[in-house]
């Protein structure tokens, strides 16, 4: 009888034992992602539908129970005004116009060189990966202040446009649509690079070989066999860029003007500028929900195609 308990004690505890590590790794980060984020959302969610002296972390104001009455306090006010005020509809747009147009110029740009650095010896590779990710060495806000020495009225390229006679008045490039598309690309065209890179270089040429001996173009071969093995690197590339662009703020607050609203811009003046924090705590979690709409696709392709290989 002893016998059988030992052993039924120890397979209850090879049983409990058997997927720790397992649950260890999986559950840290969802803790992580518990106290970091779901935890500071359901924070700026409450206050979002608050009314301005309800505002705190005290959920008993908006959830209450008395009398055995049940009663939910929700004031909608705020995300009503962001569908029927035209400055929160134009700045969403021009939000994700630029995010759109940062994504397209990023992989027009992206995707040649990371082709180019799949393709090259392999002993170049190293030199060329630390090429790509040199300047993040330097800080992001340094790098993107540089440009304005380099767009401004008098910066280094009106001078040398018109040292050179090209020009002879300085181009208005700073503080318009340019300028800030400029330095979007210019911050986040690694992001792009990089997971194209990474399925290109695991590419089985081989593949190539077969579609020439089958009598296609290396230009056809490209287009039949390349793009579409790349393509899950070409989704993952294009999400990196497009997300953190739609809600930037450094970028169009240094470079852009008053033509290139973002709502990171507008986040931070209903924050801070006008106090009002239960309205822009409804601009921030309509962020989220824009945001969640294109990594529910990138989800969904991701489930399709069996992942995202090569990252």
């Keep these: 009888m002893n016998i059988t308990k030992s052993i039924g004690m120890n397979g209850i505890v090879r049983l409990l034992t058997r997927n720790w590590g397992r649950r260890t790794v999986i559950g840290i980060p969802y803790g992580f992602l518990i106290l970091f984020f779901s935890v500071p959302f359901l924070v700026v969610l409450k206050i979002s539908v608050s009314s301005t002296d309800e505002l705190g972390i005290h959920f008993q104001d908006l959830i209450s129970y008395a009398d055995g009455i049940f009663q939910l306090k929700i004031k909608l006010s705020n995300y009503i005004f962001l569908t029927t005020d035209p400055l929160y509809i134009e700045t969403y747009w021009s939000s994700v116009k630029f995010a759109a147009i940062n994504t397209f110029i990023c992989f027009l740009i992206g995707y040649p060189f990371a082709y180019f650095m799949a393709r090259s010896p392999a002993s170049m590779r190293p030199a060329l990966l630390m090429m790509v990710s040199l300047p993040f060495w330097t800080s992001y806000l340094l790098r993107v202040y540089a440009w304005k020495g380099l767009l401004d009225d008098n910066g280094v390229i009106n001078n040398i446009l018109i040292w050179l006679h090209v020009i002879h008045d300085p181009i208005k ?139």
Excluded: C
């Excluded at 997971?195 to 296609?216: C, I, Q, S």
């Excluded at 106090?275 to 989800?299: G, T």
């Design 173 to 311: 490039m700073m503080h318009t649509g340019f300028s800030m598309t400029i330095g979007m690309v210019y911050t986040y065209v690694p992001f792009m690079i990089l997971p194209v890179y990474a399925t290109l270089v695991k590419m089985d040429l081989r593949l190539l070989e077969a579609a020439k001996d089958l009598g296609a173009t290396p230009w056809k071969a490209f287009w039949l066999v390349t793009v579409p093995l790349s393509k899950n690197g070409i989704v993952a590339g294009s999400m990196l860029v497009f997300i953190p662009s739609l809600g930037e703020y450094v970028i169009p607050e240094l470079l852009g003007g008053p033509s290139t609203l973002m709502i990171g811009r507008v986040l931070w003046d209903e924050f801070f500028s006008n106090n009002d924090w239960a309205m822009a705590s409804a601009v921030a979690v309509s962020m989220v929900v824009l945001i969640l709409v294109p990594l529910a696709i990138f989800n969904k392709y991701r489930a399709d195609s069996g992942g995202v290989r090569g990252i």
